[in-house]
Nanobody
Framework: QVQLVESGGGLVQAGGSLRLSCAAS????????MGWFRQAPGKEREFVAA??????DYAPSVKGRFTIARDNAKNTVYLQMNSLKPEDTAVYYC????????????????WGQGTQVTVSS
């Protein structure tokens, strides 16, 4: 099993940057594909980015601005967010799954508690 804990959220001005971290427990971390999702009030949970052993994937709305990375030795996945926009405001969730990348929330088995990202204009 894997437990996920997000951190790094906060308040930032438009155009600024934040780096989210997701710390995972368990020695099987390296076998999991990891994803980031976000959810704004009144909206559906939305795919942001994912990474597995060999590839990454990004939502069109964040491609070129966000970067997902993982450090298996530290059991941590990161989401570097640059050029932030007010539209990026949401609770960001880290998720894990066995197998390869998926973009649907139902494909993921483990979820963190979420971290709030607020981008002011």
């Amino acid at each position: 099993q894997v437990q996920l804990v997000e951190s790094g959220g906060g308040l930032v001005q438009a155009g600024g940057s934040l780096r989210l971290s997701c710390a995972a427990s368990g020695r099987t971390f390296s076998s999991y594909a990891m994803g980031w999702f976000r959810q704004a009030p009144g909206k559906e949970r939305e795919f942001v980015a994912a990474i597995d052993w060999t590839s990454t994937d990004y939502a069109p709305s964040v491609k070129g601005r966000f970067t997902i990375a993982r450090d298996n030795a530290k059991n941590t996945v990161y989401l570097q967010m640059n050029s932030l926009k007010p539209e990026d405001t949401a609770v960001y969730y880290c998720a894990g799954k066995t197998g390869g990348i998926a973009t649907m929330p139902l494909g993921y088995n483990y979820w963190g508690q979420g971290t709030q990202v607020t981008v002011s204009s």
